[in-house]
């Protein structure tokens, strides 16, 4: 999201909220079945999110792991904020 009264929403789950995610532009959490990734674009702050609601068959709830730093890469060059790049805790 890139409005920025928007991304002041998910302020604490940004800073507080499980493991770190780590970028050059941005700080981020990972809880499991939400990835938060909060960077600093030339039009002001902007939030990047994945969450899994469900778990999968296995009651695995990987796709949010999987899929944030691919969403992240390819939403910031789509917006004119990129090359962004982050990494989840043990990647």
Request: proline fraction near 5%.
């Amino acid at each position: 999201m890139t409005d920025a009264a928007l991304t002041e929403i998910f302020s604490r789950d940004v800073l507080r909220a499980g493991l770190s995610v780590k970028g050059a532009k941005g700080y981020g959490r990972f809880n499991g079945t939400r990835a938060l990734y909060r960077a600093s674009c030339q039009t002001g702050p902007v939030v990047f999110m994945v969450e899994q609601l469900e778990p999968m068959a296995d009651r695995d709830f990987g796709l949010t792991r999987a899929l944030l730093p691919g969403y992240v890469a390819a939403e910031a060059e789509r917006i004119g904020c990129g090359p962004l790049k982050v990494t989840l805790p043990g990647a």
